[in-house]
Nanobody, 117 residues
Framework: QVQLVESGGGLVHPGGSLRLSCSASGSISYIKAMGWYRQAPGKERELVAIDTGTGAVQYSDSVKDRFTISRDNAKNRIDLQMNRLRPEDTGIYYC???????????WGQGTQVTVSS
């Protein structure tokens, strides 16, 4: 079993920055891809960014050039650096991981990010 734990959420003013961290534990050898999703109030969960584990990193168009993910395989951790935050970035951010076959999918509990003046 894989456990994902997020940290780093909080309240930030528009234009500010925040860094989220996700640490994986358990059967980490099963993990291929790691990334971040978010769910804004009243909206469906959406992809923020993901490291596929195959040398590719994918970003949502809405965060491209503002957010950056950094994966540390040795530490089983993936960080999400968020810059130039906007109110519409507000939501619960979830760490995500899945196996190579995508048969096994894992989610963190989520961490709240609020961008407000």
């Amino acid at each position: 079993q894989v456990q994902l734990v997020e940290s780093g959420g909080g309240l930030v003013h528009p234009g500010g920055s925040l860094r989220l961290s996700c640490s994986a534990s358990g059967s980490i050898s099963y993990i291929k891809a790691m990334g971040w999703y978010r769910q804004a109030p009243g909206k469906e969960r959406e992809l923020v960014a993901i490291d596929t584990g195959t040398g590719a990193v994918q970003y949502s168009d809405s965060v491209k050039d503002r957010f950056t993910i950094s994966r540390d395989n040795a530490k089983n951790r993936i960080d999400l650096q968020m810059n130039r935050l906007r109110p519409e970035d507000t939501g619960i951010y979830y760490c995500h991981a899945h196996s190579a076959t995508q048969l096994w999918k894992y989610w963190g509990q989520g961490t709240q990010v609020t961008v407000s003046s």
